[in-house]
């Protein structure tokens, strides 16, 4: 970027945006601290660990649900604060980052279409499946979908109703609803949206293009590697495969390509190791930990959430908000279930650590 640019960016910025990067940096200060985790891993039942949340910014969203508490229960009030400061971010932006904040939960818009069309395949309750559902990810026509009486109507709404229309129209007919596999569907989806979401944060340009690009890059690259694991020994074809991978991140082309026709775990790592970055990533990994990647993918992707931190004027400490909220949702379950279970001694092990 150059001066000329910088300085305008840093001038502009601030007209329409500069209240709710604001409100979002505000929003940070109320993650849960290393402190904050210790004392949750001393809670003897869910009641201590309710208790403690009341004390965070969870707590007006906990302090009205009755005993016996639940994990679910701890669960769903946690995800209502980030819901409601997505909502208020949401109605108060203006273009484009109101449209970057949409792209940010299309994500969740296709886990819940790929969990509706599963339901209506095994005709599952239509409440039930809307219970199940992801609320950041939910639009307007949802509950339609969930009342279709088969593939071709489901296919026909998504078209007529859902932001999803686009990466449903190039890479999927109704014929594949029915046939294609559940995983590969979402992966298809997937890729169509990181290609998309890619596009127009490099149409922003600027610090926004620079920071986001490196982040969509990483969770490209995850999800590549992550389909090259779960593909492994399935009937899953080395060019189905590559189809799945993005066009874009640090493996693009040529990583990709070797992952495509890797058979085992030593292959992949050998693939990864190529790449500086997950060189050493993969070097935290001991002989046969494989089962300790997801944790340590994890703690890269919320270092560089916690780094976009370090930069001004562009709309990544939105997306890294809801990614850090969504991993503290996910350590507070951990730290509950470890609890309810009487699996104290293993508390620690699945928490990455936020700030």
């Known amino acids: 970027m150059s001066f000329g640019e910088d300085t305008s960016e840093m001038c502009l910025f601030n007209v329409k945006d500069g209240f709710l990067e604001a409100v979002v940096r505000g929003y940070k200060l109320g993650l849960l601290s290393t402190a904050d985790y210790n004392n949750l891993c001393q809670c003897e039942t869910l009641e201590d660990i309710k208790l403690y949340l009341t004390g ?60 509706i069309v599963t339901g209506t395949l095994h005709e599952r309750d239509v409440q039930e499946l809307l219970d199940k559902c ?63 979401f890619s596009s127009f944060v490099h149409g922003v340009g600027g610090t926004t293009g620079a920071v986001m690009g490196e982040m969509l890059s990483f969770e490209a690259d995850r999800r590549a590697l992550n389909i090259t694991l779960n593909s492994i020994g399935t009937e899953l074809t080395r060019d189905d495969r590559r189809k799945l991978y ?79 909220r969504e991993q503290e949702i996910r350590n507070v379950m951990w730290i509950a279930e470890c609890v309810a279970q009487d699996q104290k001694n293993r508390v620690q092990d699945g928490i990455v650590f936020t700030f």
Not at 171 to 180: A, K, V
């Open 56 to 115: 965070t910014d969870y707590g007006p969203y906990l302090a009205n649900e009755a005993s016996p508490m639940h994990t679910t229960t701890l669960v769903d009030c946690c995800t209502r604060k980030l819901v409601a400061d997505w909502k208020y971010m949401r109605e108060n932006a203006g273009e484009p980052m109101g449209r970057f904040l949409d792209y940010c939960t299309y994500g969740h818009m296709i886990d819940n279409v790929v969990l």
């Open 246 to 324: 993005a066009n874009f991140g640090l493996l693009y082309p040529h990583g990709q390509a070797e992952l495509a026709v890797a058979e085992d775990f030593d292959q992949i790592r050998s693939v990864m190791e190529k790449c500086p970055p997950y060189q050493a990533i993969f070097s935290r990994l001991g002989l046969g930990e494989s089962q300790m990647l997801d944790k340590i993918l994890y703690e890269e992707e919320v270092r560089q959430l916690i780094n976009t931190y370090e930069q001004q004027f562009h709309y990544g400490v939105f997306y890294a908000y809801m990614r850090l």
């Open 134 to 196: 992801n609320p950041l990810g939910m639009f307007d026509a949802i509950a339609s979908l969930a009342v279709a009486q088969n593939m071709r109507d489901l296919y026909r709404l998504v078209l007529v109703d859902t932001p999803l229309a686009p990466y449903f129209s190039e890479n999927l007919t109704s014929e594949d609803l029915d046939e294609m596999n559940i995983e590969v569907m979402r992966n298809t989806l997937y890729k169509a949206y990181l290609d998309d």
